[in-house]
């Protein structure tokens, strides 16, 4: 158990739908990163959190978005789904920048 | 482009059939190389970090070493349980703190 925890485990929905991802990272961890595995593309980085504020931008499309709150936890975005968002969503937190990111057991996401 | 490229895709050994995993590495400039491995739908577990050409750190079967262009993952004598994924990364010296996967390799510990 890494102590990154994210809810839900699992969620089907529909095409055009929105949805959270919820993250709480590690104690003590004041960076939170996302990452979206997806069969054909692997482990991709999304977006950065750093104390609150946006540190740093992948790939993420404008469908998505995301946020850090002050006690931390961060919740990510996804509207007007489509198929191609099925995916598993990973949150990953580090104590400070360039630090051991440690991973959460991730959201599997299943658009129909 | 930064990119990091792993071989092989699938390994499949034998109970006590020691191997290697290949990562290698072409970035602009590299913070950090880790190493973790990815049990199927669970998240990646952290397993080595490497900073330096020369470095080498070990965790009971596995060694983990580094040149200036690639990193290898020694698994020596492997058991069954180690069966999973191995994925490295790339952390980048650069603004960001990303890290940049591999595809992993999926490997097969056969008793």
């Known amino acids: 158990d890494s102590g990154v925890t994210q809810t839900p485990k699992h969620l089907i929905t529909a095409t055009g739908q929105r949805v959270t991802l919820r993250c709480s990272p590690r104690?003590?961890?004041?960076?939170v990163y996302w990452y979206q595995q997806s069969l054909d593309q692997g482990l991709q980085f999304l977006i950065q959190?750093?104390?609150?504020?946006?540190?740093a931008k992948g790939n993420i499309l404008e469908r998505f978005s995301a946020q850090q709150f002050p006690d931390l936890h961060s919740e990510l975005n996804l509207s007007s789904l489509e198929l191609g968002d099925s995916a598993l969503y990973f949150c990953?937190?580090?104590?400070?920048?360039?630090?051991?990111?440690?991973f959460g057991p991730g959201t599997r996401l299943l658009v129909l | 482009e930064d990119q990091v490229t792993q071989s092989p895709e699938a390994l499949r050994l034998q109970e006590g059939e020691s191997s290697s995993l290949n990562c290698s590495y072409t970035?602009?400039?590299?913070?950090?190389l880790f190493w973790y491995r990815q049990d199927p739908g669970k998240g990646p577990e952290f397993l080595f970090t490497?900073?330096?050409a020369g470095e080498e750190k070990e965790k009971e079967r596995l060694k983990a070493t580094l040149t200036k262009k690639e990193s290898f993952l020694h698994i020596t004598a492997p058991k069954p349980e180690d069966s999973a994924t191995y994925l490295c990364?790339?952390?980048?010296?650069?603004?960001?703190?990303?890290?940049?996967f591999g595809s992993g390799t999926r490997l097969l510990v056969r008793p």
């Open positions: 990364a790339a952390n980048l010296r650069d603004s960001s703190y990303k890290l940049i």
């Open positions: 104690s003590g961890d004041l960076s």
């Open positions: 970035v602009s400039g590299l913070r950090g």
């Open positions: 990953a937190s580090s104590v400070d920048l360039a630090e051991t990111q440690y």
């Open positions: 959190y750093y104390n609150g504020e946006e540190r």
């Open positions: 490497l900073y330096s």
